[in-house]
Antibody, heavy 120, light 110 residues
């Protein structure tokens, strides 16, 4: 059973950089799956941020592309999210997830989510 | 890319059936059979209940079914149960190799 666990600071200052890591256990990040980040502002809906394959190939949401970088560390079986120039609008629960099969765009395994608050 | 359109809320009585629609464009729902549905209970991560328009992952009740005929895609829940009360989200793969979610639908079981 694949398990994902997000980690990172719960509080980030405005204009700063949000950094999160998703540790994968019970499976290999080098499997034939894409690994994604999804966020959910308090009381609002889900927003897809982007995804990465173990080769390093990435796809990003057009609305966030200029501020987001997703990277993979195969030696640690984890992948990471960096989002720059954050504002209060970036306050959300951030989830990492694995796609059901290569390129499906469906996510069967999710982390529990981590709340990141942008505030001074 | 714009979010897919879902009704904000739907409701039904136990035992009844309800349908949630998910409207997109030719860049996503219309031209791709990569429509998924998720169930999310408060404070929990989303759970995949339908993938590729109408397929259920192992362990998901057959009371959940999905369909699509052009636009919109739809999720039907039959034999409503109290535990079905949750938020439901659709998503679709897009022509830009990205994924877009719907705004979500709150299901109330009366």
């Amino acid at each position: 059973q694949v398990q994902l666990q997000e980690s990172g600071p719960g509080l980030v200052k405005p204009s700063g950089t949000l950094s999160l890591t998703c540790a994968v256990s019970g499976g290999s990040i080098s499997s034939s799956n894409w690994w994604s980040w999804v966020r959910q502002p308090p009381g609002k809906g889900l927003e897809w941020i982007g995804e990465i394959y173990h080769s390093g190939d990435t796809n990003y949401s057009p609305s966030l592309k200029s501020r987001v970088t997703i990277s993979v560390d195969k030696s640690k079986n984890q992948f990471s999210l960096k989002m720059s120039s954050v504002t209060a609008a970036d306050t959300a629960v951030y989830y990492c997830a694995r796609d059901y099969y290569y390129g499906s765009g469906s996510y069967d395994f999710w982390g529990q989510g981590t709340l990141v608050t942008v505030s001074s | 890319q714009s979010a897919l359109t879902q009704p904000a809320s739907v409701s039904g009585s136990p035992g009844q059936s309800i349908t949630i629609s998910c409207t997109g464009t030719s860049s996503d729902v219309v031209d791709y059979n990569s429509v998924s549905w998720y169930q999310q209970h408060p404070g929990k991560a989303p759970k995949l209940i339908i993938y590729d328009v109408s397929n259920r992952p192992s362990g998901v009740s057959n009371r959940f079914s999905g369909s699509k005929s052009g636009n919109p895609a739809s999720l039907t829940i039959s034999g409503l149960q109290a535990e079905d009360e949750a938020d439901y989200y659709c998503s679709s793969y897009t022509s830009s190799s990205t994924v877009v979610f719907g705004g979500g639908t709150k299901l109330t079981v009366l």
